[in-house]
């Protein structure tokens, strides 16, 4: 979801998604290869081969790379003990946006959840987007 969320974005030259969440994201897809041994036949299977083979077609799926380019406000929300896409990557990507001076917010939460886990969190989501998207 987070990876798709941000390619859409890059997408929207008008601007009509005002604000985004990205819930668990995996925002740089040549450390997912590399750290889940688990998706590597899948991940090569989709993208067209490993990240030494094809380092762009990864680079260009990976959010990492193109920080600069999004211009939406975003929400990413992200678990310390996710095991399905660590932390890390959250981090990297809230630095780049950071870096190319974009507007965000990065939620963490000390558990070890890959999505959100209560109707209350969800309208907290909600009501954070509202909130920087007028």
Do not use: W
């Amino acid at each position: 979801g987070g990876m798709q969320t941000c390619l859409s974005l890059l997408e929207d030259d008008k601007n009509v998604i005002k604000a985004a969440a990205c819930v668990s994201g995996v925002y740089d897809v040549t450390n997912s290869y590399n750290s889940r041994e688990d998706m590597r036949e899948m991940l090569a299977r989709r993208i067209g081969g490993t990240p030494e083979e094809c380092p762009e077609e990864y680079a260009k799926r990976s959010a990492v790379t193109f920080a600069d380019r999004v211009n939406t406000p975003l929400i990413l929300v992200h678990s310390t003990g996710d095991t399905q896409v660590p932390y890390t990557q959250a981090q990297a990507f809230a630095s780049e946006l950071a870096s190319a001076g974009k507007a965000y917010e990065l939620i963490t939460r000390e558990n070890a959840y890959h999505s959100l886990t209560s109707p209350a969190e969800l309208l907290d989501i909600f009501n954070r987007l509202k909130a920087i998207s007028n």
